[in-house]
């Protein structure tokens, strides 16, 4: 019964800014690493950024270094991404996404899409 719920996604011209949010449940949040991936037509799913359990650590692609911020709250079961300066090449489905440690099992959103387009 792992669940996300993902929202901010929508259409916006280049340069500008979208904040995604995905809310877990099913799960014990505070103890699990997130990510946030991203999958655009004809391409492999890619990961965008990751955030560490109590969100001291993160990771992002070389692509969003610098524009792209991940980060959560565990009282809200919440991880967010803020996308600024925001390009074409943005343009994906984004989803959030979790990793069963006893198993290796990924658990998945169903995504958001962002359009980034003029």
């Known amino acids: 019964q792992v669940q996300f719920v993902e929202s901010g996604g929508g259409l916006v011209q280049p340069g500008g800014s979208l904040r995604l949010s995905c809310v877990a449940s099913g799960f014990t949040f505070s103890r699990h690493r997130m990510s946030w991936y991203r999958q655009a037509p004809g391409k492999e799913r890619e990961l965008v950024a990751g955030i560490s359990s109590a969100g001291v650590g993160t990771n992002y692609a070389d692509s969003v270094k610098g524009r792209f911020t991940i980060s959560r709250d565990n009282a809200k079961n919440t991880v967010y991404l803020q996308m600024n300066s925001l390009k074409p090449e943005d343009t994906a489905v984004y989803l959030c996404?979790?990793?069963?440690?006893?198993?290796?099992?990924?658990?998945w959103g169903q995504g958001t899409q962002v359009t980034v387009s003029s």
């Open positions: 996404k979790t990793v069963d440690l006893l198993t290796g099992r990924d658990y």
